[in-house]
């Protein structure tokens, strides 16, 4: 329809098309807000769960809201002397830290390399990395705990940070953002007698903030949450990190409910944290690096 045909359209024709985008919009928002809701509603839950008696818990039918307010199963974990709360944090923090820059160095770096560089085999090599994105963790967990073993890095907390030190996905997210940034702006600074790696660090690493944030997000609540390869690797209970204590608090506890979500919230709550800041970056980075 040409904008001559919709100038001329009857007014009942107008009215009719108004109402129904408006129908349409209203739609949207009553599927976007039931989505909404049952997405927040189990994170609701466990947070006024925790603030429960187990009694009331387990009660039927169950209520959202706690009848009687107790901070008694937040003070029972801070007492409890086999739960070191400090250093499980301690640990996940620095696997998760450790995780995150060395990925963020690796990927860009990585990136940078398969987006302005020419060399034989490139789109191989390339096509290789983005092929171990298709092989499930649980293929390779047995060469790469055998590494571990060779290496003497078993019950350490650097093995569960060395067999991610490379991340293909977060290679191609990086290469197809990089591909955007002129050529000629990197050419200017070879003319002018800047080395290679000082081109990466000083221009192009600048201009990858919403793409590095976003990748810095999905690593530290994929790391955050791991528990599977910890599991496997972590024998000790003071290595542990926070989702072996959860599951560790569960086997303990487990006549206990109350204090079984009151250790998830410890566990969940750094993760909310993180997302409600990067928030806008995540979307904003993934958004321009599928333009680019």
Same mark, same amino acid.
């Given at each position: 329809?040409?904008?001559? #045909?919709?100038?001329?359209?009857?007014?009942?024709?107008?009215?009719?098309?108004?109402?129904?985008?408006?129908?349409?919009?209203?739609?949207?928002?009553?599927?976007?807000?039931?989505?909404?809701?049952?997405?927040?509603?189990?994170? @609701?839950?466990? @947070?006024?769960?925790?603030?429960?008696?187990?009694?009331? @818990?387990?009660?039927?039918?169950? !209520?959202?809201?706690?009848?009687?307010?107790?901070?008694?199963?937040?003070?029972?974990?801070?007492?409890?002397?086999? @739960?070191?709360?400090?250093?499980?944090?301690?640990?996940?923090?620095?696997?998760?830290?450790?995780?995150?820059?060395?990925?963020?160095?690796?990927?860009?770096?990585?990136?940078?390399?398969?987006?302005?560089?020419?060399?034989?085999?490139?789109?191989?090599?390339?096509?290789?990395?983005?092929?171990?994105?298709?092989?499930?963790?649980?293929?390779?967990?047995?060469?790469?705990?055998?590494?571990?073993?060779?290496?003497?890095?078993? #019950?350490?907390?650097?093995?569960?940070?060395?067999? !991610?030190?490379?991340?293909?996905?977060?290679?191609?997210?990086?290469?197809?953002?990089?591909?955007?940034?002129?050529?000629?702006?990197?050419?200017?600074?070879?003319?002018?007698?800047?080395?290679?790696?000082?081109?990466?660090?000083?221009?192009?690493?600048?201009?990858?903030?919403?793409?590095?944030?976003?990748?810095?997000?999905?690593?530290?609540?994929?790391?955050?949450?791991?528990?599977?390869?910890?599991?496997?690797?972590?024998?000790?209970?003071?290595?542990?990190?926070?989702?072996?204590?959860?599951?560790?608090?569960?086997?303990?506890?487990?006549?206990?409910?109350?204090?079984?979500?009151?250790?998830?919230?410890?566990?969940?709550?750094?993760?909310?944290?993180?997302?409600?800041?990067?928030?806008?970056?995540?979307?904003?980075?993934?958004?321009?690096?599928?333009?680019?």
């Amino acid at each position: 329809m040409t904008t001559l #045909d919709k100038a001329i359209q009857p007014p009942t024709q107008v009215r009719a098309n108004r109402a129904l985008r408006t129908v349409g919009l209203s739609l949207a928002y009553i599927i976007l807000t039931l989505g909404l809701f049952m997405t927040l509603v189990p994170f @609701i839950y466990v @947070i006024l769960s925790s603030f429960k008696t187990s009694l009331e @818990i387990i009660k039927v039918p169950p !209520s959202l809201l706690p009848e009687q307010w107790t901070t008694q199963n937040y003070l029972t974990i801070f007492n409890d002397p086999k @739960i070191p709360l400090l250093r499980f944090y301690g640990n996940s923090l620095f696997v998760t830290v450790a995780r995150v820059a060395i990925t963020l160095f690796t990927s860009s770096f990585a990136g940078y390399v398969f987006a302005k560089y020419r060399f034989r085999g490139r789109d191989v090599l390339f096509t290789f990395i983005l092929a171990t994105l298709m092989i499930p963790f649980q293929v390779i967990m047995i060469p790469a705990y055998l590494i571990l073993v060779s290496m003497g890095l078993i #019950d350490t907390l650097w093995g569960l940070v060395i067999p !991610s030190l490379v991340d293909a996905f977060g290679i191609f997210m990086m290469k197809q953002f990089i591909e955007g940034i002129p050529n000629e702006l990197l050419d200017a600074a070879r003319i002018d007698g800047t080395g290679e790696f000082r081109i990466y660090w000083r221009i192009v690493l600048p201009q990858l903030g919403a793409p590095l944030a976003a990748l810095g997000v999905f690593t530290f609540i994929a790391t955050w949450n791991d528990y599977l390869w910890p599991l496997i690797v972590i024998t000790t209970h003071e290595r542990r990190t926070l989702p072996l204590l959860l599951s560790w608090y569960s086997n303990q506890h487990g006549s206990n409910p109350a204090l079984t979500l009151t250790a998830a919230v410890f566990v969940m709550f750094p993760v909310l944290i993180v997302y409600s800041f990067f928030q806008r970056y995540i979307v904003q980075g993934v958004t321009l690096t599928g333009f680019k």
